[in-house]
Structure formats: C-alpha cells, structure tokens
C-alpha cells in the first residue's frame, strides 16, 4: 500500500485524536464556514471553559499534594489515575455518544466534571483524589470524543485540517491560562477549586442553549483489531506507548518538580503554562514539516532536540526565567511527537479504519501516559529534584533511537517531494533530519511493515 499525505500531522494530537465515529460511510452535508461557525460556536466556547477548569484544578492539586506532603510516588500515582480514567472514557465515551447523542453526552460529561472538582477541592484524602482524578479523566476523554466527532462530522475535506489544527491551539491555550490563573487561589482551600468546578458547570450551558449549535449524525467506525493496526503500522503502535511515557513523566510531576524547586503556586502555573504555549508554538511547523519529510526522521530530530532542552534544564536554576524559556522548548518539541505518530499511522490505514486505528492509538497513548508519572516519580525518589528532567531525557532518547531504528527497518525516501517544492518548514528540518538519518537508512528487498 502506498501511503498518502491526506491527513496532516496537526490534526493528529493525544487529548483530542480519540475514537470518533467514520464519516466516510455516509455523505456529510457540504456547508459553509459561516454555517460551520454557527454550528460549533457553542461547542468552542464550552471547550474553552472545561479546559480552562482543567487547568486549574490539575495544577491546584499537583501543588496541595506536595504542600501536603503526599510521596512522590502517590502523587504519580494520582496522575496515572487521570490516565486510567482517560481510557475507560475514550472507550466508553463513544458508547454513549451513539446512544443519547452529542449535546446529551456532553452535558452529562460536563456535569460529571463538574462534581469531581467539587470533591476534590472539599477532601484532603490522597486514596479520595486518586479516585476523584480517575473520574476526570473519564470526563476530560468523553468530552474529546464528543468533540472529535460534531468537528469531523460537520466539516468539510477541504478544510477538515485547519479545524482541527485550531481545535488543537484552543485546547492547549485555555488550558495554559487556566494553569497561569492558579496564582489567585490557596492550594490548600477549596475555593480554587469551587471556581473551577463552577467554570466547568457553566461550560454546559453554550451547547444546551445555543439554537444555531448542529451535531451532525453518528455512525459506527468498521472495526480493525489492536493486533492488526500493530502489524501493519508498528512505528505508531509502539511510538504511541513510548510518546505516552514521555508526555506522561513531563506532565505528570512538573508542578511537584517546581514546587520543591521554592516556586510559588503563581510562578508553578507559569511553569505549566509554559509547557502547553510551547507546544503551540512548534505544533504546527513540526507537522507541516512532517508532510514534506519522512515522519520517522521529524520524530527522530524533534525527540532529540526535547531531550537536549532537557539536559540544559540540568544546569539552570529552577527559579529563573531561563529555566521557564527551557521547559517551554521541551514542550514545543516534544508535544507534537504524537501528532507524527498519529499522522505516521494515518498514512498507512486505509480509509475505512481511520477512526478505529485513532481509538487503538489513543489507548496504546493512555497506557505509556499513565506510566509515565510514576517513571518520573522514580527518577526523582532516586536522583532527587534532577531525577525530572533526566527523566524527560532518558525517555526522549529512547523515542529518538526507536524512530531511528524503524528507518534502519523499513526505508523510505527522506523527502516526499522535491525540496525545491517544500514548504518552509521542511526546508528549515531538512538538513537536521539529514543528519540524524545518516547510516540509519539501508534497503530492504522485502520490507514487513512501516
């Protein structure tokens, strides 16, 4: 099979590529994009809120467990929780999506959402807020499965990518301000989280309300087995675990990393937020680079440049601003290693399974995420406040040689066009991805699989 650049890499991203009905077995109404800004308004202006919630009370209560004492490893613990919850809800979500339909759905979910937060804020428990954490995650993974679907089923070919591409930058940014907005509250007080859980309550009311909102129909994805996407991609498969443990390990600790670190909740949101704004900032050149240049070589030069971001944290103090400048590098590289992922696997499935082999690397993603913090978390028991970073080394050279043995396993040329017709970013990656491919690539008469 040949692959085709169909999907691009940007809308192919962890928190919202999950399992979402195919559209290709019906004919999706052609609508404009003023009809599509009617139709999904509500929908954006709700996600905005949840997100917004999420950031605030995922960073409150990283910053209450280490003021409160709680293990280094409990609290990994509590974030693999959120992980734990994330699969049963991108398996689930989707169930109840086809049953009650996507407004309903979504504002159970958010109702759900809503209540956890409350608890969370009212118990000091480390065993409640493992528990409380799960439940988000169940909710957070609906909530994107809703999404996922009313965006794919609405729009168009023609523009399905930039959608999403702007569906990616919303998530990522409400989700930073939320983590910037921490510096109002007490960790230790519920009102922090009272705020948050009153946000996520009013995020229901833009999708109830709103006469324009349009949930398009839903239909059942053709299945395809874990095995068989494994087999026929194992770049994605396995690159989707092994991204999963570094997203994981960066996410999972960083606010108990800066708070031992001396940092105030303010400038631990800072932190955070600093992450997901980098993210956004290299998301979208890294993919489109990853349409012009073998995607394995994109992974292999962005893992390697995370990892090296990574090892200059290592020298810096955690109170400067340099450290926050770091940590967003690392972030801007090492998140849209998914999307390279998702998008690497996209090339090679065929139509019908898309939406099944999205929902197949959502889960292998959710294992290696929910690993991830409790690597992390002993790497610090073991090395102390370094023991983060050199996590987010270690497992990002792991991807880095991953991707770079899959190219030794199965070549392919390096660019997908003329370097002449090359848009700017792959022009800006090529002579990296060039070097860091150099005796890795060989042909094989018969190759097993990409």
Do not use: C, K
């Not at 900032?281 to 990892?307: E, F, Q």
């Amino acid at each position: 099979m040949v692959p085709t650049r169909a999907w691009r890499a940007a809308a192919a991203a962890p928190w919202w590529n999950g399992p979402m009905p195919d559209t290709t077995e019906f004919q999706i109404p052609v609508i404009g994009r003023r009809q599509l800004a009617l139709a999904t308004w509500g929908l954006f202006v709700g996600l905005t809120l949840i997100l917004l919630s999420g950031g605030i009370f995922s960073t409150l209560l990283g910053v209450r467990a280490e003021l409160q004492g709680v293990p280094t490893l409990l609290t990994g613990g509590i974030t693999a929780a959120y992980y734990a919850g994330f699969l049963v809800g991108s398996r689930y979500g989707l169930a109840a999506l086809r049953q009650v339909g996507h407004i309903r759905a979504y504002a159970a979910l958010g109702a759900l959402l809503a209540a956890a937060v409350t608890l969370l804020g009212i118990t000091s428990s480390p065993v409640a807020w493992l528990l409380l954490r799960a439940v988000t995650g169940v909710s957070f993974a609906g909530l994107y499965v809703v999404a996922e679907s009313w965006l794919n089923g609405l729009a168009a070919n023609s523009f399905r990518g930039r959608l999403l591409a702007l569906y990616a930058a919303l998530v990522v940014g409400a989700y930073g301000v939320g983590e910037i907005l921490v510096f109002n509250f007490d960790p230790r007080a519920a009102t922090g989280f009272s705020i948050a859980a009153v946000i996520a309550a009013l995020a229901v009311l833009p999708v109830a309300v709103s006469v324009e909102a349009t949930a398009p129909p839903v239909e059942r994805d053709e299945h395809i087995a874990m095995r068989e996407v494994a087999r026929r991609v194992p770049t994605g498969a396995v690159g989707s675990i092994l991204v999963g443990l570094s997203h994981g390990a960066m996410l999972g600790l960083t606010a108990v990393w800066a708070t031992r670190g001396g940092l105030s909740v303010g400038r631990t949101g800072v932190m955070l937020a600093a992450i997901g704004f980098g993210g956004m900032a290299l998301t979208w050149p890294i993919s489109a680079a990853s349409d012009d240049i073998d995607r394995r070589a994109i992974g292999v030069v962005t893992s390697l440049g995370a990892a090296g971001a990574a090892f200059l944290m290592l020298s810096l103090d955690v109170r400067s601003w340099w450290m926050v400048l770091a940590i967003a590098v690392v972030g801007g590289f090492n998140y849209p290693l998914y999307s390279i992922v998702g998008a690497y696997t996209n090339d090679w499935v065929d139509a019908e399974h898309l939406g099944a082999a999205a929902s197949m690397l959502v889960t292998l993603y959710g294992i290696g995420a929910m690993v991830g913090p409790l690597v992390a978390a002993g790497f610090m028991e073991v090395i102390g406040d370094d023991g983060y970073p050199w996590a987010i080394v270690v497992l990002n050279v792991v991807i880095a040689i991953f991707f770079a043995y899959r190219i030794r396993a199965w070549h392919a040329p390096l660019m997908t066009r003329p370097l002449a017709e090359a848009g700017v970013p792959a022009r800006a990656f090529f002579v990296p991805a060039t070097i860091v491919t150099m005796g890795a690539r060989r042909r094989r008469a018969t190759p097993p699989a990409a």
